[in-house]
């Protein structure tokens, strides 16, 4: 079996991502928040990354990024976003949502 371990850890950190921000609505999160709490989780991510995440978690209209045009972005879920993360919705190609268990 050939995994791809940079796909698998890129779409793992954008359904940490999408959680993150789920955990501070309805307030929107900053990135800072994002990246403490992906580290948290295991996953070693740069500022820059996080936005690179965040832009393709806006682009796939899962969440609406505030604040572009200042130093510190901060990012809340669309009712899309909710969905996805509450598996009311399928998530998207690149995210990689863990299958729902009871």
């Not at 928040?33 to 978690?57: C, E, W, Y």
């Amino acid at each position: 079996m050939n995994v791809d371990l940079e796909k698998a850890e890129r779409e793992a950190v954008r359904w940490y991502t999408l959680r993150a921000v789920e955990a501070g609505r309805p307030v929107a999160v900053s990135e800072d928040t994002i990246r403490n709490a992906l580290s948290d989780a295991g996953h070693g991510i740069t500022p820059a990354q996080v936005r690179k995440q965040l832009m393709f978690l806006s682009d796939a209209g899962l969440l609406v990024i505030e604040n572009v045009d200042r130093p510190v972005w901060r990012a809340r879920l669309t009712a899309f976003g909710v969905n996805v993360v509450e598996y009311d919705a399928p998530a998207p190609v690149g995210v990689g949502r863990p299958s729902k268990w009871y």
